[in-house]
């Protein structure tokens, strides 16, 4: 799982729009490796970062 970190409209994704705190990606669209490494990564032109993965942490009854 993803999460915004920085608002962006994905043109790969019908130009749908993320708000900083959304979860990427919405709805049905599967986005590929190379787009999920595009967007976790700084921007050559707008220098930012727009995703970052988020390590979801199992639950003390899931340990067990």
């Not at 994905?10 to 986005?31: A, I, V």
């Not at 999920?36 to 199992?58: A, D, G, R, T, W």
């Amino acid at each position: 799982m993803f999460k915004v970190i920085n608002d962006f409209y994905d043109k790969e994704s019908k130009n749908t729009f993320y708000r900083s705190g959304d979860e990427y990606p919405k709805g049905d669209y599967k986005p590929t490796k190379k787009r999920i490494k595009e967007l976790s990564e700084v921007h050559p032109q707008y220098k930012k970062v727009f995703i970052e993965e988020v390590k979801e942490e199992k639950k003390a009854s899931e340990k067990e």
